[in-house]
């Protein structure tokens, strides 16, 4: 019955980490008001979808966040839709779809995956395929991670191939592996 509780109570522990790790998938938010630098081998700005698509060794960062994929599309608000938000709310950035090796740092936290979408409004960032986070040496791996930033919630699916199940790890005190994305 140990190892059960121990289990549960890890589940208890991760899902306000993956809330609050995934910050670092928080773009808009995860620096405040820092400004975001984003360098890559080709920039192509994308008026008319509302976008700048950026291609080749993406390297985004605003404050401690870091999002590195080999393409990043960032789609912001128009003027209308912006027009439309409440005076109190003050943002430009509509979504940002990431692929390629995505991997998004924050406050010593990692998460991995094929493909990355965060959506502002919602405040919900979606890591599809191959997804693994990391908190110290704790590791959450499925093929999609679902983060509710503002609710705290987050979801770990597994994906349709028979035998792909979610698994997590948990390491109390500091032992196990060593912690981030293995080389």
Same mark, same amino acid.
Do not use: C
């Given at each position: 019955m140990k190892p059960l509780l121990r289990f549960l109570c890890g589940i208890v522990f991760l899902s306000p980490f993956l809330a609050a790790s995934l910050g670092l998938a928080a773009p808009a938010s995860a620096g405040g008001k820092a400004p975001i630098h984003i360098e890559a081998d080709r920039m192509v700005s994308l008026k008319n979808d509302n976008a700048v698509l950026f291609t080749g060794?993406? +390297?985004?960062?605003?404050?401690?966040? #870091?999002?590195?994929?080999? @393409?990043?599309?960032?789609?912001?608000?128009?003027?209308?839709?912006?027009?439309?938000?409440?005076?109190?709310? @003050?943002?430009?950035?509509?979504?940002?779809?990431a692929s390629g090796n995505v991997e998004i740092q924050n406050d010593g936290m990692t998460g991995t995956g094929d493909k990355m979408?965060?959506?502002?409004? @919602?405040?919900?960032?979606?890591?599809?395929?191959?997804?693994? #986070?990391?908190? +110290?040496?704790?590791?959450?791996?499925?093929?999609?991670?679902?983060?509710?930033? +503002?609710?705290?919630?987050?979801?770990?699916?597994?994906?349709?191939?028979?035998?792909?199940? #979610?698994?997590?790890?948990?390491? %109390?005190?500091?032992?196990? %592996?060593?912690?981030?994305?293995?080389?």
């Open positions: 060794n993406v +390297d985004a960062r605003q404050g401690q966040m #870091v999002i590195r994929a080999a @393409e990043m599309t960032v789609y912001y608000l128009s003027n209308e839709e912006k027009a439309k938000l409440p005076q109190s709310e @003050e943002r430009s950035l509509k979504k940002l779809f979408e965060y959506y502002e409004a @919602e405040r919900k960032m979606i890591l599809i395929g191959n997804s693994k #986070v990391w908190q +110290d040496n704790n590791l959450v791996t499925g093929h999609t991670v679902v983060v509710f930033l +503002d609710q705290g919630k987050s979801i770990v699916e597994r994906g349709e191939k028979k035998g792909e199940r #979610v698994k997590a790890f948990f390491y %109390p005190g500091g032992e196990g %592996p060593q912690s981030g994305p293995q080389q």
